[in-house]
């Protein structure tokens, strides 16, 4: 069963910076691209960041230039380290994996950015 634990998220003044990170329980990890959303509060979920399998990444133009997403496949663990924070990128952070066909989420952490 895959399972995906999210940590790393709290409270930090705008300007700051938080490292946050995904645990998974997936067999093979380093074969399947993995990404970060984020759903702010009363807003629909959005997507964040994704790094494939080759550790390629993408960015919403939100967060580019400022969030770095990257993995180690080791330790199976993909981090977004979140730089700059300003006070709309409060919400919380969830992983997203997709394997044969099937879409794994994490339950979530907090991260609350205050001016």
């Known amino acids: 069963q895959v399972q995906l634990v999210e940590s790393g998220g709290g409270l930090v003044q705008a300007g700051g910076s938080l490292r946050l990170s995904c645990s998974a329980s997936?067999?093979?990890?380093?074969?399947?691209?993995m990404a970060w959303y984020r759903q702010a509060p009363g807003k629909e979920r959005e997507w964040v960041a994704t790094?494939?399998?080759?550790?390629?990444?993408d960015y919403a133009d939100s967060v580019k230039g400022r969030f770095a997403i990257s993995r180690d496949n080791a330790k199976k663990t993909v981090y977004l380290q979140m730089n700059s924070l300003k006070l709309e990128d409060t919400a919380v952070y969830c992983c997203?994996?997709?394997?044969?066909?099937?879409?794994?989420w994490g339950q979530g952490t907090q991260v609350t950015v205050s001016s």
């Open positions: 997936i067999r093979i990890f380093s074969e399947y691209a």
């Open positions: 997203k994996a997709v394997i044969s066909g099937r879409t794994y």
């Open positions: 790094i494939s399998k080759s550790h390629a990444t």
